[in-house]
């Protein structure tokens, strides 16, 4: 089984972001939806569904970013 990063794709309220992309970044997120589903095509998830946890994680793994936000939030 192939470990990837991205597990839980929780649903919550979203809010809209309208953002233009490389097409090559939304091929690997397609891909990425087909390996996350197991490769079935059916009930993948969509490309746009993958960004905010991509992000949500990314944010939460910068430790320089936790740093520099505890020490702004201390000010």
Do not use: W
Not at 11 to 27: C, F, Q
Not at 39 to 45: D, Q
């Amino acid at each position: 089984m192939t470990r990837i990063k991205l597990s839980d794709i929780s649903d919550e309220k979203p809010v809209k972001l309208t953002i233009e992309i490389p097409a090559r970044l939304h091929r690997d997120l397609c891909d990425y939806g087909l390996v996350l589903n197991a490769g079935g095509a059916e009930g993948a998830p969509k490309p746009e569904d993958l960004v905010g946890p991509m992000l949500s994680r990314f944010i939460a793994s910068d430790r320089e970013f936790a740093r520099a936000r505890r020490k702004q939030l201390l000010k």
